[in-house]
């Protein structure tokens, strides 16, 4: 039987982050699809022009409908929106039998806020706990914990901080730092590095949509935590470097790398 992954996330109509992304990466790592949109968003390569969260009600019965009939082997989350969100879908989290991977998606990449600031402690305190993994970049991480990220010895004060905090692993993403994007995991006993030599684009759009999601679709397929981390780090790598050229402004990585 084909495996299958769920995103519980955001629309992107410009198709570059996202459930789009999501969608498009789980196609391309071969298991099946299925998106619960939690908000819907006005934007493209060069700004986000609106943000409007669903009803609480309305997403649960999007995930109901989903794990009534096509259960996933394995799910993510990005966008949330705002904090009775976040707490609907943590609650849901509880009977999940799959392991959740939790992309705390915060701003756009244009700057847009996409996690209302009073959703981050429902996200800290009530999603988190839910998470096989947590996929924050520095920005986030730095948030998620109340200390600075902004190099290696911070990136694992924060993973350490967020394992305590009740996520069985925490990937911090060092996307942001100068030189190579090196990424730490943690998982509570164990340490690895993820290295890839920086790539000079503006065409990053989604680049954390697409990593989480091609880690949830590894996990889907049975791969171990370690493995699955380092072959999406392999395809984001790759997804940047031949991206595409889309749009005026920051374009869309390349999701069929």
Same mark, same amino acid.
């Given at each position: ?25 789980? !196609? ?23 943000? $409007? ?18 259960? =996933? ?13 976040? %707490? ?15 992309? =705390?998606?915060?701003?756009?990449? !244009?700057?847009? =806020? ?11 305190? *009530?999603?988190?706990?839910? *998470? ?7 920005? $986030? ?15 694992? &004060? &924060? *993973? $350490? %901080? ?13 996307? !942001? ?14 340490? %690895? $590095?993820?290295?890839?030599? %920086? ?30 981390? *380092?072959?999406?780090? &392999? ?23």
């Amino acid at each position: 039987m084909k495996p299958a992954a769920l995103t519980i996330a955001g629309s992107d109509p410009s198709g570059g982050a996202g459930i789009q992304a999501d969608l498009k990466t789980f !196609h391309q790592f071969g298991v099946y699809g299925e998106a619960v949109i939690t908000l819907l968003t006005v934007q493209n390569t060069v700004g986000v022009q609106r943000v $409007e969260c669903l009803p609480p009600d309305l997403v649960l019965a999007q995930l109901e409908a989903v794990l009534d009939d096509i259960p =996933p082997q394995a799910a993510k989350t990005g966008a949330l929106g705002n904090a009775a969100l976040a %707490r609907a879908i943590a609650e849901a989290a509880e009977g999940f039998d799959f392991p959740l991977v939790v992309d =705390p998606v915060m701003i756009s990449k !244009h700057g847009a =806020p996409l996690l209302r600031d009073d959703a981050r402690e429902a996200v800290r305190t *009530a999603l988190l706990p839910r *998470a096989a993994l947590i996929t924050p970049n520095l920005p $986030e991480a730095s948030a998620l914990c109340d200390l600075p990220v902004n190099d290696l010895a911070g990136m694992r &004060a &924060a *993973a $350490e %901080r967020l394992v305590a905090m009740g996520a069985r692993a925490a990937l911090v993403k060092g996307g !942001h730092l100068a030189g190579d994007a090196v990424d730490v995991l943690f998982d509570g006993s164990r340490w %690895r $590095e993820y290295s890839a030599p %920086r790539v000079a684009t503006r065409h990053t759009h989604g680049t954390g949509c697409a990593y989480s999601a091609a880690i949830t679709a590894e996990l889907a397929r049975g791969v171990a935590l370690e493995e699955a981390v *380092a072959g999406a780090k &392999a395809y984001i790598t790759r997804a940047i470097q031949t991206n595409p050229g889309l749009g005026r402004g920051a374009g869309p990585v390349n999701h069929h790398a």
